[in-house]
């Protein structure tokens, strides 16, 4: 068989319709939708109508939506912008985040830890569970913010937005939520689940990378982290890319029409591929396999006795499969993530696999994974 692409939560290829639409923005509407003449006004219109597709992707207001370069940039602003608001207004943020975040929200609350913000770390359980009772406190010191990702991106496993918005609610707290891998994955619509600030980029649902965006609920403090012209109502200075826009814009649209059927489609290639490993090795685990609930593009196992996980992606990709061991920005590192850490502890003997699948993944590639990571297990541990 050709190769095997199970890696669609570290990236995705840009789909057909969104390159046609990208396309007219890097020819002729190639003006700077900042300038006032028709080139200008043509760039301007095409990058307002992918501002209101965004918005409506996600149950919000054209006015809500900031576009910027990507994920990372999206949880930088929300998190750091935000505790940087409340420093110039004389105030001390309180920032709450749970131990599995991306590291585009840790590394922020680290840096704005820096900046005299009080950081707050959440633990949490194997299956999933936070720790709300610890940030009590914290989202009680007025001004808080609370960063919870919406679906963790290592795991799978879905994290208990709804309790934790119901705690800041009480106490006067926003709530920020790395999306990243829940648009397109599972329901995401602002106007039923209230969080301030949500994050989204475009090259997990087919998009193209270096794209992504950031909702911010109407009277959310944010101070701007990138300075300049004022574009992007002054959150994020710079020349807008229109066709990245429009690219993200219609991915977003498109993997929320084609959420319900994609996920039907892809639990049941989930299941098989676990009930697979399960029954052709030993000392397998499928991590947050006991969460209440999951996305279904993504299955993370630990498998026992193999002391190099490194070695053990190398041998899967020479055998023709690409998986990752957690988040793409760490694959090949030799130690387990902090997400892994968080879960399983500093001494867990499992060297971690993710499979995701993705729009190309069916019954047979699911089986032949399998049927490759088996083989490969077993030639390392004998070796």
């Known amino acids: 068989m050709k190769p095997i692409y199970l890696d669609y939560a570290a990236t995705t290829p840009v789909r057909e319709e969104v390159r046609a639409a990208m396309a007219p923005c890097l020819a002729e509407a190639f003006g700077n939708p900042s300038s006032v003449h028709r080139w200008g006004r043509e760039a301007a219109g095409r990058l307002e109508a992918a501002r209101e597709e965004a918005a409506a992707a996600l149950g919000a207001r054209p006015s809500e939506i900031?576009?910027?370069?990507?994920?990372?940039?999206?949880?930088?602003?929300?998190?750091?912008?935000?505790?940087?608001?409340?420093?110039?207004?004389?105030?001390?943020p309180s920032v709450v985040v749970s131990s599995i975040e991306h590291h585009a929200v840790m590394h922020a609350a680290e840096q704005a830890e820096h900046e005299g913000a009080c950081v707050t770390r959440l633990p949490v359980?194997?299956?999933?569970?936070?720790?709300?009772d610890a940030a009590d406190g914290a989202l009680s010191s007025a001004p808080a913010l609370a960063s919870v990702m919406w679906v963790n991106n290592e795991t799978g496993m879905t994290l208990p937005l709804g309790a934790l918005l119901e705690r800041a609610a009480a106490r006067g707290a926003l709530v920020h939520s790395d999306a990243a891998q829940?648009?397109?994955?599972?329901?995401?619509?602002?106007?039923?689940?209230?969080?301030?600030?949500?994050?989204?980029?475009?090259?997990?649902?087919?998009?193209?990378?270096?794209?992504?965006?950031?909702?911010?609920?109407?009277?959310?403090?944010?101070?701007?982290?990138?300075?300049?012209?004022?574009?992007?109502?002054?959150?994020?200075?710079g020349t807008e890319d229109v066709a990245g826009a429009v690219g993200l814009a219609l991915a977003m649209r498109l993997a929320v029409e084609e959420q319900a059927?994609?996920?039907?489609?892809?639990?049941?290639?989930?299941?098989?591929?676990?009930?697979?490993?399960?029954?052709?090795?030993?000392?397998?685990?499928?991590?947050?396999?006991?969460?209440?609930?999951r996305a279904p593009h993504v299955l993370s196992v630990g498998i026992a006795g193999i002391e190099d996980g490194s070695a053990l992606l190398m041998a899967l990709d020479l055998e023709g499969l690409a998986v990752s061991g957690g988040s793409a920005c760490l694959s090949g590192a030799a130690k387990a993530s902090h997400v892994m850490r968080a879960l399983y502890g500093a001494r867990d003997p499992h060297a971690t696999v993710r499979f995701s699948f993705g729009r190309a993944t069916d019954m047979a590639a699911v089986e032949h994974a399998a049927s490759i990571t088996v083989r490969v297990v077993g030639r390392l541990r004998a070796a």
């Open 182 to 237: 829940a648009v397109g994955k599972v329901p995401v619509d602002v106007r039923r689940v209230p969080v301030a600030m949500l994050s989204a980029t475009g090259h997990k649902i087919y998009g193209p990378k270096g794209t992504g965006l950031l909702f911010v609920r109407e009277g959310t403090p944010l101070a701007p982290l990138v300075h300049g012209g004022g574009q992007e109502r002054g959150l994020r200075a």
């Open 261 to 293: 059927s994609e996920a039907a489609r892809l639990t049941p290639l989930r299941e098989r591929l676990a009930e697979l490993l399960c029954a052709s090795l030993d000392g397998v685990r499928i991590n947050a396999g006991t969460a209440p609930h």
């Open 125 to 132: 359980t194997p299956s999933g569970e936070i720790d709300l």
């Open 66 to 92: 900031r576009f910027v370069r990507g994920g990372t940039e999206s949880d930088n602003l929300a998190v750091l912008g935000w505790s940087r608001a409340q420093v110039e207004a004389g105030a001390t």
